[in-house]
Nanobody
Framework: QVQLVESGGGLVQTGGSLRLSCVVS????????VSWFRQPPGKERVFAAA??????NTYYADSVVGRFTISRDKNTVYLEMNSLRPEDTGVYYC?????????????????WGQGTQVTVSS
């Protein structure tokens, strides 16, 4: 079992920054990805960024490249978000990919956090 607890969401103006944190506890495997997904209001949840638990390989959705940075320090995965836009608004979820290798697919993830709200005002 793996437990995930997100924090760091909030309200920020366009162009601002936020750093989300995801504390991971439990039995992790080195090749598992830990990812951030986001769900805009009224829309489906989509992939944002991923990092391999061991090795540190990172992957990003096109919409966040150059603005978001995912990193890991011990048992915490961070998502540094800069140059935020109103379309970045949504609930951000941390997840562990223990079910497959397609890191952009939600079905690859068996463990999810409760989510943290990010709101970017225009």
């Amino acid at each position: 079992q793996v437990q995930l607890v997100e924090s760091g969401g909030g309200l920020v103006q366009t162009g601002g920054s936020l750093r989300l944190s995801c504390v991971v506890s439990g039995q992790m495997v080195s090749n598992y990805p830990v990812s951030w997904f986001r769900q805009p209001p009224g829309k489906e949840r989509v992939f944002a960024a991923a990092i391999r638990w061991s090795g540190g390989n990172t992957y990003y959705a096109d919409s966040v490249v150059g603005r978001f940075t995912i990193s890991r320090d011990k048992n915490t995965v961070y998502l540094e978000m800069n140059s935020l836009r109103p379309e970045d608004t949504g609930v951000y979820y941390c997840a562990v990919g223990n079910r497959g290798i397609q890191y952009t697919l939600q079905t690859s993830y068996g463990f999810w956090g409760q989510g943290t709200q990010v709101t970017v005002s225009s």
